[in-house]
């Protein structure tokens, strides 16, 4: 067993062995540039891009020429927002997005409001599901993108796309969604969903870093959007740049590789996950689940430990378990994740919760090593906690007055 236990697959996971046996060769011996066409090295390329790209389109329910490579979700993002933005922009000036996305939606959104758009950011429920009626409430004749993740990279919450979906083509409005965490993981139909532009990014599902795609509609209806990386023209004119030939092919056999056992890998992982669950809820007290109970990626498990310090309980257990924290670090402060902040967890829970995801690496072993680091940290630490023992004794901690202002924190 490796130490500390990778639990954080999603913010990263390790490329699939058979992954990087399909693109060792497009390194070296099939060097070429896909944009050369007077040689053989070039139309090799080529012919490795183009069957990926219908690999890709088929995984979505989509046709090859709807598939653009960009560098990750961040690029597909960026290109769908800003992109649409700018090619409707005569015809209305509105985008509505929901505050539990990823800050690569959010910060384009912000971005183009600087700049003359209106953004609309929608709450959610305490799941962290946006509510179809505020949604459609929020559309009005200048909407020209509705931007909603389909599952959400902290607490796993997956999204009624396919409502959501309807309602927009009800109303006239495009619909994006950022798909990194989904794809891969869920099955995912463009046309059953009425999705116009979908992101998705390799090293979410076992590729390689650097590689991502955005699926652009170009049927019923043709979806307009213009480019914001200008050169070359490759790629449609949509995302020019010398095509990232390896990461294309490790892109496409990964996911292939994840549709293949998607049937049977998922709910395996997703008992790895209740193990993990239960581990941590049969033995500790005053634990709060983060998300939403069912309707959750099934490798994710975010939880709040009250009464215990988010530092304290990371330096406790970094050399055992590799996790993520509810709280990011920006500039000297400890800020609480946005994402837990709009579901309307305190700060002191958002402070304290830790986000586990499982892969499809992940053994039962690592999960019951994890179960008994975290259950010993934080008894340990709770020992330590006035707060804890204060709450033990039935004294509502709302209702204390503190000496130092500061607290509790
Ligand atoms: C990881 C992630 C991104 C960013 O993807 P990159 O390919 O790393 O740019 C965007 N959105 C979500 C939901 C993610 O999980």
Known sequence: MNRPVYLDNNATTPIDPRVLEAMMQYFTEHFGNAASKTHVYGQRARAAVETARESL??????????????????????????????????????????????????????????????????GTDASGQVRLDELAEAITPETVLVSIMAANNEIGTLQHLAEIGALCRERGVLFHTDAAQAFGKIHLDVKAMNIDLLSASGHKVYGPKGIGLLYVRRRDPYVRCETIIHGGGHELGLRSGTLNVPGIVGFARAAELCLDAMDT??????????????????????????????????????????????????????????????????????????????????????????????????????????????????????????????????IDLSKVEWNDPGHPH
Request: aromatic share 4%; net charge negative.
């Open 57 to 122: 389109a088929a995984a979505l329910g989509a046709v090859a020429k709807e598939i653009v490579f960009t560098s990750g979700a961040t690029e597909s993002n960026n290109i769908a927002i800003k992109g649409v933005a700018a090619a409707h922009r005569q015809r209305g000036n509105h985008l509505i997005t929901q505050a539990t996305e990823h800050k690569a939606v959010l910060d384009p959104c912000a971005w183009l409001e600087k700049h003359g758009h209106r953004v609309t950011v929608l």
């Open 265 to 394: 890998e998922m709910p395996r992982i997703a008992e790895l996950r209740d193990r993990l669950q239960r581990g941590l809820f049969d033995h500790i007290d005053e634990l709060k689940l983060n998300g939403h109970p069912t309707e959750r990626l099934a490798n994710n498990l975010n939880v709040s430990f009250a009464y215990i310090e988010g530092e304290s309980l990371m330096l406790n257990l970094e050399n055992d378990i590799a996790v993520s924290s509810g709280s990011a670090c920006t500039s000297e402060l400890l800020k609480p994740s946005h994402v837990l902040a709009a579901l309307g967890v305190g700060e002191d829970l958002a402070q304290s919760s830790l986000r586990f995801s499982l892969s499809r690496f992940t053994t039962a072993e690592e999960i019951d090593y994890a179960v008994d680091r975290v259950r010993t940290v934080v008894a340990k630490l709770r020992e330590m906690s006035p707060l804890y023992e204060m709450a033990q004794q039935g």
